[in-house]
C-alpha cells in the first residue's frame, strides 16, 4: 500500500514525523515559560495579600464598618444580646435631633441654656434636684455674676453655727449648690405616691439617648393604645421603659414666659430644658473642645517638625557609610 503512495505524501509524512518528535522539547520550553509568569504573578499577589499596607487597609475597612453598624443599630452585628425585658419594656428608641453641641467643634447655644433654666427652675424644680450644680457654675455660662447674685439670695440656706451654738438662716452665695425640693428621699417618696425623683445633674449621662431621649420623654405623652391599661395616678409615655411612668404632662404651650421673647411652646421648652440639663451633666465641654482643637494644632505641629529633622537632619547622620583604609606598610 505504501508503494502506492506518491512521493509528495511520503516527504509531508516524513516533516510530521519529525515535528512529533520535536514537540516534546517545545512543550518542555512552553511550560517552563508558563510556570515562570505564573509563579512571577503567584508572588506579587501574595507579597500584595501579606503587605502590611493590605492588613492596615482591611483592618480599618472592618473596624469603621462595624462601628458605622453599631452607630445606625445600637448592637454590634452577629452577636446576639440577651435581655432581662423585651423591647417593650425597654422602651421606644428617642429620634436622633440636630443639637447645637453634637458636632465635634460645636459648643453649647448659651441662650438656650439660659431659656433651660427658666424652665427648670418653673417647673422641674419643684420634684427635681440638682446637687451637683452651684450658682457659681451659672456665671458666664448663661448668667451674669450680679444676675446669679441676685438668684442666689432668692434662696435661705440653713448655715451655722453661730457665737450661740445655733443654727440660723442666710440668703445664698455664689459658693452654694442649688436648693434640693425635698429634706430627704423619704420625704421625696411620700409626696410622690412613693416614687422617688430622680436627681437630673448627672440623667443626660445615665439614660441611653441622653438629650435626645429627654427631648422625646417631655413631648411623647400620649394616650394609651388599645389594650394597654395604665394603673391609676400612672401616665402613658411609650420612650419611658414600660410606659407608664409617674410624671405627668408638665409642658404646656405659654407654661412659662421667656425672657428674650421666645415663644414658650411645648417643643421649644422641651428643647431648652434637654441642652440645660446637657450643660449640667458635662459643664466643661465648651473647655474640653477649646483645649481639644489647642492640642491638635500643638501636636500637628511637633509632628511636623519631628518629620522634618527625621528627614532632613537625622537621615542624613543615619544613612552615612564609615570606611576605615588601614595604612599600608611601605618598607617592603
Not at 425585658?85 to 459648643?107: F, T
Not at 425623683?197 to 420623654?217: E, M, N, Q, T, W
Request: proline share 6%; glycine share 6%; hydrophobic share 40%.
Amino acid at each position: 500500500m505504501l508503494q502506492r503512495l506518491p512521493a509528495a505524501a511520503l516527504s509531508k509524512a516524513g516533516a510530521f514525523s519529525a515535528s512529533r518528535a520535536v514537540s516534546p522539547r517545545v512543550i518542555r520550553l512552553s511550560s517552563a515559560r508558563f510556570a515562570s509568569s505564573s509563579a512571577a504573578s503567584a508572588n506579587v499577589l501574595q507579597s500584595l495579600v501579606y503587605s502590611r499596607a493590605t492588613l492596615v487597609s482591611a483592618t480599618l475597612l472592618a473596624t469603621g464598618s462595624i462601628a458605622w453598624y453599631t452607630h445606625l443599630y445600637g448592637t454590634l452585628p452577629f452577636i446576639g444580646e440577651v435581655h432581662a425585658s423585651s423591647p417593650a419594656e425597654v422602651g421606644l428608641h428617642p429620634a436622633a435631633y440636630p443639637w447645637s453641641h453634637k458636632g465635634w467643634l460645636d459648643s453649647y447655644d448659651h441662650a438656650s441654656i439660659r431659656r433651660g433654666y427658666l424652665v427648670y427652675k418653673e417647673v422641674c424644680a419643684a420634684c427635681h434636684s440638682l446637687d451637683r450644680i452651684a450658682w457659681r457654675n451659672l456665671v458666664g455660662v448663661s448668667h451674669t455674676a450680679d444676675e446669679v447674685k441676685v438668684l442666689a439670695e432668692e434662696v435661705e440656706y440653713t448655715d451655722g453655727p453661730n457665737d450661740e451654738g445655733e443654727m440660723f438662716q442666710r440668703p445664698g452665695k455664689l459658693s452654694d449648690y442649688l436648693p434640693r425640693p425635698y429634706a430627704n428621699d423619704e420625704a421625696a417618696r411620700a409626696s410622690n405616691q412613693g416614687s422617688l425623683p430622680p436627681d437630673l445633674s448627672l440623667i443626660v449621662k445615665a439614660r441611653h439617648g441622653g438629650a435626645d431621649y429627654l427631648f422625646s420623654l417631655l413631648t411623647g405623652y400620649v394616650d394609651p393604645p388599645a389594650g394597654v391599661e395604665i394603673r391609676e395616678g400612672m401616665n402613658y409615655n411609650p420612650y419611658f421603659p414600660g410606659g407608664a411612668i409617674a410624671m405627668p404632662r408638665l409642658l404646656f404651650d405659654g407654661v412659662v414666659e421667656y425672657d428674650d421673647g421666645t415663644p414658650a411652646t411645648t417643643s421649644q421648652m422641651a428643647k431648652d430644658v434637654s441642652t440645660f440639663l446637657s450643660w449640667a451633666a458635662e459643664p466643661e465641654h465648651d473647655e474640653r473642645k477649646k483645649i481639644g482643637i489647642k492640642a491638635v494644632i500643638l501636636f500637628s505641629t511637633l509632628t511636623a517638625l519631628s518629620l522634618y529633622v527625621k528627614r532632613f537632619k537625622w537621615s542624613v547622620i543615619k544613612n552615612r557609610k564609615i570606611v576605615y583604609n588601614p595604612p599600608v606598610d611601605k618598607t617592603h
